[in-house]
């Protein structure tokens, strides 16, 4: 999308190798108004396809995963890193480790959210390794439910989350696809 890519261009920071820094919009700061169009356009990408829930990875996936269950009218549910002690025993987990951030975490999803006549679309604010977004899949699996896809903001393609993703049979789409990084600066 020409105004994710724009905002990037404008606002973003290449941080070392492999990092782009996106605090201003989508993980610190959050712009509204951009969340909301991207949350349209992604809807758009998934309507029509039986998507019944809309999951998301806390926390930068939650502001466009919002405005894209709404824009679809469906429930939103994010799948927790923390394992949070309300949640019970009835739960689903899995363990993810973060290569970005040198950490592994069990991602815990309640069980009564999610049953096996789901179908659901994850978004997530990027996809690096497809780790957190492999974790996804694991967990809807495990409930017996299905993937409907990935949509992604902004997809580093020099990483290899797609081809894990594709390789499971997840279709993936990437509203911002980032080829490299060059002197610093971000190559489409
Ligand atoms: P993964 O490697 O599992 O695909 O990425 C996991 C998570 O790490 C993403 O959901 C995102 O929150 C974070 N992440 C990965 N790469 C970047 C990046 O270049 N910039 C920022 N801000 N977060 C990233």
Do not use: C
Not at 33 to 60: N, P
Not at 108 to 113: D, F, I, Q, R, V
Not at 128 to 144: D, F, Q, S
Not at 174 to 186: E, H, L, N, R, Y
């Amino acid at each position: 999308m020409k105004l994710l890519e724009e905002k990037i261009l404008q606002e973003g920071e290449v941080l070392g190798e492999d990092i782009l820094k996106v605090d201003g919009f989508i993980n610190h700061q959050i712009d509204v108004a951009l969340m909301e169009e991207l949350g349209r356009d992604m809807a758009e990408h998934f309507r029509g396809q039986g998507v019944t829930k809309v999951f998301t990875i806390e926390s930068s996936g939650i502001a466009p995963a919002l405005f894209t269950a709404r824009e679809l009218g469906l429930p939103l549910v994010i799948l927790k890193k923390q394992n949070a002690k309300n949640l019970g025993t009835k739960v689903w987990q899995t363990e993810v480790v973060s290569y970005t951030k040198d950490i592994s975490y069990q991602l815990t999803l309640a069980k009564n959210y999610i049953s096996d006549s789901d179908h659901v679309l994850i978004v997530d604010d990027f996809l690096a390794n497809g780790e957190a977004a492999t974790g996804a899949v694991r967990l809807i699996r495990k409930a017996h439910a299905t993937v409907a896809g990935l949509g992604v903001l902004i997809e580093k393609a020099f990483q290899p989350g797609r081809k894990k993703l594709e390789s499971q049979g997840i279709h993936v789409y990437a509203q911002a696809s980032i080829k490299g990084f060059q002197g610093g600066k971000v190559v489409f």
